[in-house]
C-alpha cells in the first residue's frame, strides 16, 4: 500500500503563486509515475500534469502550459506543482496520482486518470478575482 499526501493548497489573488507538494509514503520501493488533476466545483476531475519516473519526461495540459511546472524530489517520492499566474479558473480541488511503473520505460508518463493506481485526498485551491 501507498500513501500520497498533498499539501501547499490554500486562497490566493489572480496573478499569485501557489506551490503544491504530494508526498508517497508506505511502499515506495517499487518505481512510479506521478501526476496531478483537479476538479473544479461542479465539474469532472481533469487533467493538470504528469511527470515519468526518471524525472526527465513531462506534459502539461494546454491549459495550464507556461503557468504550472509538474516536477519530482531528488528523493522521488515527492512530486511538485509549481503554479504561477494563477487565474480564477484554476480553483479546483487538486489530487495528485501514482502509477506503478512495471516494465514500461521508466520515461512515461500518464495524463488518463484511469491508468493511475492510487489518489490523494486532494487540496483546496482558490484563486480570488
Known amino acids: 500500500q501507498v500513501q500520497l499526501v498533498e499539501s501547499g493548497g490554500g486562497l490566493v489573488q489572480a496573478g499569485g503563486s501557489l506551490r503544491l507538494s504530494c508526498a508517497a509514503s508506505?511502499?515506495?520501493?517499487?518505481?512510479?509515475?506521478m501526476g496531478w488533476f483537479r476538479q473544479p466545483p461542479g465539474k469532472e476531475r481533469e487533467f493538470v500534469a504528469a511527470?515519468?519516473?526518471?524525472?526527465?519526461?513531462?506534459y502539461h495540459a494546454d491549459s495550464v502550459k507556461g503557468r504550472f511546472t509538474i516536477s519530482r524530489g531528488n528523493a522521488r517520492n515527492t512530486v511538485y506543482l509549481q503554479m504561477n499566474s494563477l487565474k480564477p479558473d484554476d480553483t479546483a480541488v487538486y489530487s495528485c496520482?501514482?502509477?506503478?511503473?512495471?516494465?514500461?520505460?521508466?520515461?512515461?508518463?500518464?495524463?488518463?486518470?484511469?491508468?493511475?493506481?492510487?489518489w490523494g485526498q486532494g487540496t483546496q485551491v482558490t484563486v480570488s478575482s
Open positions: 496520482a501514482l502509477k506503478w511503473r512495471g516494465s514500461y520505460s521508466s520515461d512515461t508518463y500518464y495524463t488518463n486518470t484511469f491508468e493511475y493506481d492510487s
Open positions: 511527470i515519468s519516473w526518471s524525472g526527465t519526461s513531462a
Open positions: 508506505g511502499r515506495t520501493f517499487s518505481s512510479f509515475a
